[in-house]
Nanobody, 119 residues
Framework: QVQLVQSGGGWVQPGGSLKLSCTASVSISSIYDMGWYRQTPGKRRELVAS???????NYGESMKGRFAVSRDNAKNTLSLQMDNLKPEDTAVYYCYGRKATESREDGAWGQGTQVTVSS
């Protein structure tokens, strides 16, 4: 069973930047699909970014041009660089990793990290 441990996050003023990391217990070069979701109370979980092992990357619409996801295979870490943060980016962010035969829901999930954007 893959384990994912998140780090980073916290509080930042609007327009600021934060970086989230998600470190896996296995080589991430073998993880078919990794990425990030976020959730706020009363709202549906929202895709932030996804990264497939062959290179395809997708972003949620409101994240395009501001967020960047990357894999560091040497460190078994998936990172999410978030720039020009807005108050509406405030949420708990979760990383996930799944095999090609699994749904994202059935894959591995990190513990969640709070990101708060406010002045």
């Amino acid at each position: 069973q893959v384990q994912l441990v998140q780090s980073g996050g916290g509080w930042v003023q609007p327009g600021g930047s934060l970086k989230l990391s998600c470190t896996a217990s296995v080589s991430i070069s073998s993880i078919y699909d990794m990425g990030w979701y976020r959730q706020t109370p009363g709202k549906r979980r929202e895709l932030v970014a996804s990264s497939q092992y062959r290179g395809a990357i997708n972003y949620g619409e409101s994240m395009k041009g501001r967020f960047a996801v990357s894999r560091d295979n040497a460190k078994n870490t998936l990172s999410l660089q978030m720039d020009n943060l807005k108050p509406e980016d405030t949420a708990v962010y979760y990383c996930y990793g799944r095999k090609a035969t699994e749904s994202r829901e059935d894959g591995a999930w990190g513990q969640g990290t709070q990101v708060t954007v406010s002045s």
